[in-house]
């Protein structure tokens, strides 16, 4: 097993990925937006109005410029504009354990097909399902350690807070085979 392959063995990242919903993960620039539709019709037991709409689309493509960079960078504080809660922490975890590891990721996000699925009485809170198609790899500086190519479905909840929505839960469904 090649050394690399030996650090990422030992911090389980390949089931801590899968597990905390980010399997493996290519980079494309900070600054290019993932590709989201955004689907509200079967949104209940609350109808989803457009600027709902328009905010939920825009707030989660930045939460995933920020992770994308969080996980490129090692850097958490990337983090806190766009996610609270579970999805922080697991996320702030990763980083950590990245860094430990002295490994990166990098993530090609290829498109985002987003349902919502619940939007409460109040307006307070959204669940999403996310079929994300990514291109991911692992880095020791600039070696690609590891690469994959899959499509994953999340599950997102996201909040109401400040002045936008942000990410509270992010994760991935059992893969089924």
């Given at each position: 097993m090649r050394p690399g392959m030996k650090r990422i063995a030992a911090l389980g990242l390949g089931a801590a990925l899968a597990g905390a919903g980010l399997p493996l993960l290519k980079?494309?620039?900070a600054d290019t937006k993932?590709?989201?539709?955004?689907?509200?019709e079967n949104a209940a037991p609350r109808q989803v109005d457009d600027s709902?709409?328009?905010?939920?689309?825009?707030?989660?493509?930045?939460?995933?410029q920020s992770m994308r960079s969080a996980l490129a960078d090692n850097n958490a504080g990337a983090l806190k504009d766009d996610f609270i809660g579970f999805a922080q922490e697991n996320?702030?975890?990763?980083v950590k354990d990245q860094q430990?590891?002295?490994?990166?990721?990098?993530?090609?996000d290829r498109g985002h097909k987003v349902d919502a699925i619940f939007y409460s009485t109040d307006g307070s809170a959204i669940e999403l399902r996310d079929t994300v198609t990514l291109d991911t790899d692992i880095l020791d500086g600039d070696t690609v350690l590891?690469?994959?190519?899959?499509q994953i479905q999340y599950?997102?909840?996201?909040?109401?807070?400040e002045d936008r929505w942000k990410v509270r839960v992010l994760e991935?469904?059992?893969?089924t085979r």
């Open positions: 980079t494309m620039l993932p590709a989201i539709q955004l689907n509200v709902v709409k328009q905010a939920i689309a825009r707030d989660y493509t930045t939460a995933w996320l702030a975890q990763r430990q590891a002295g490994l990166r990721t990098r993530i090609v590891h690469s994959d190519h899959a599950f997102v909840i996201m909040t109401g807070a991935s469904a059992p893969e």
